[in-house]
């Protein structure tokens, strides 16, 4: 197993473009939700399906110049290819790869400062449940799992304990100058917030060309919508039966995100997840499944990945001081709102 696996980070594949406007029907990370259209638009969008951030990634621009819209989709995905030169740990010449081998990062890309300031508001909101100095405590499952694929008990608890040392956002430091760590073996991993954040980014680039219709989902989904043709709608998935749709809500200039400990486990038997407790370092979410509609993807990726850890009432203070709304599916598979 290799300890970098939480989300697979970049591959983009070459630019495609069809004139027909087929349901999504893309090979996703497992926790990720199922968009479709309430509606078809006024005119035939021009659809990219490829691959970024290691899952299935799709753009639909609606535009009347089909030339326009596919210089528009190259300009995005060179967008997109920029931003993992430094949030790809698969990548040794990234800025957080370079960070966290050296413990500390001059210059800071203005993106990565925009994520670790954001990251450092959610963390705060989120009682420290969202934390991206997790990848310690990530890099100790990964390696006793591999070494015992078919144990059934947590690493050692004088592992877990030096692990959790190195945890704690507090512990890094960062300014326009540099980004740097108080300890050193400490590293991040943005994961949980960068597929967010690119999709972001996407809809950012298409809003200032002039469009004013797009659906955006680069590992986490964002609509773009100027009201006269309707919303989108996404469906959160069945747990225990990806081909099933527990329930769809309607999306419209907002985003969308889910996480579920299913998406990635880290033994055979599938007891622990890729979801931590950066407080406690425990591996085990309280649900099956947690998704967020927030304002930014951003947003709504961190909290899907805090949420699914927190008590419900925590969840709800922390979801209202964002207007976020939050649908968790429980051990039996019912859906509960939140928020």
Request: proline content about 4%; aromatic content about 8%.
């Given at each position: 197993m290799n300890p970098l696996t939480?989300?697979?980070?970049?591959?983009?594949?070459?630019?495609?473009?069809?004139?027909?406007?087929?349901?999504?029907?893309?090979?996703?990370?497992?926790d990720a939700p199922v968009p479709s259209e309430k509606t078809a638009a006024a005119g035939e969008p021009f659809i990219w399906r490829g691959i970024a951030l290691g899952s299935g990634a799709e753009l639909r621009i609606y535009h009347p110049d089909r030339r326009f819209t596919e210089t528009l989709a190259q300009k995005a995905l060179i967008?997109?290819?920029?931003?993992?030169?430094?949030?790809?740990?698969?990548?040794d010449d990234s800025a957080i790869s370079r960070l966290n081998r050296e413990g500390r990062l001059n210059s800071p890309p203005a993106d990565l400062l925009a994520v670790l300031s954001l990251s450092r508001k959610i963390h705060r909101a989120t009682k420290g449940a969202?934390?991206?100095?997790?990848?310690?405590?990530?890099?100790?499952?990964?390696?006793?799992?591999?070494?015992h694929p078919k144990a059934e008990t947590l690493p050692s608890e004088a592992d877990m304990k030096k692990a959790l040392r190195l945890v704690g956002f507090d512990k890094v430091r960062f300014d326009d100058a540099a980004v740097s760590f108080a300890e050193?073996?400490?590293?991040?991993?943005?994961?949980?917030?960068?597929?967010?954040?690119?999709?972001?980014?996407?809809?950012?680039?298409?809003?200032?060309?002039?469009?004013?219709?797009?659906?955006?989902?680069?590992?986490?989904?964002?609509?773009?919508?100027?009201?006269?043709?309707?919303?989108?709608?996404?469906?959160?998935?069945?747990?225990?039966?990806?081909?099933?749709?527990?329930?769809?809500?309607?999306l419209q200039n907002q985003a969308f995100a889910t996480s579920g400990g299913y998406g990635t486990t880290m033994d055979e038997a599938g007891k622990f997840t890729h979801l931590f407790d950066p407080r406690t370092g425990l591996a085990t979410p309280r649900y099956r499944s947690i998704s967020v509609m927030a304002a930014t993807a951003a947003v709504a990726?961190?909290?899907?990945?805090?949420?699914?850890?927190?008590?419900?009432?925590?969840?709800?203070?922390?979801?209202?001081?964002?207007?976020?709304?939050?649908?968790?599916?429980?051990?039996?598979?019912?859906?509960e709102t939140v928020g």
């Open positions: 939480r989300r697979r980070f970049l591959a983009v594949s070459a630019l495609t473009a069809t004139g027909i406007a087929v349901p999504f029907a893309l090979t996703r990370k497992k967008e997109v290819l920029r931003l993992e030169k430094i949030f790809s740990l698969y990548r969202f934390d991206p100095s997790i990848q310690p405590l990530w890099n100790l499952y990964a390696d006793y799992f591999r070494r050193k073996g400490m590293g991040l991993s943005l994961n949980g917030i960068a597929q967010g954040y690119i999709t972001d980014k996407i809809v950012e680039l298409l809003r200032k060309n002039g469009i004013r219709r797009a659906l955006a989902d680069m590992g986490e989904i964002r609509g773009l919508d100027d009201g006269k043709v309707g919303t989108w709608r996404v469906g959160i998935k069945n747990p225990q039966d990806e081909s099933q749709v527990l329930l769809t809500v309607p990726d961190a909290f899907s990945t805090a949420f699914s850890v927190m008590p419900k009432t925590d969840i709800r203070t922390a979801a209202e001081g964002e207007d976020a709304k939050v649908w968790l599916v429980d051990g039996e598979n019912k859906v």
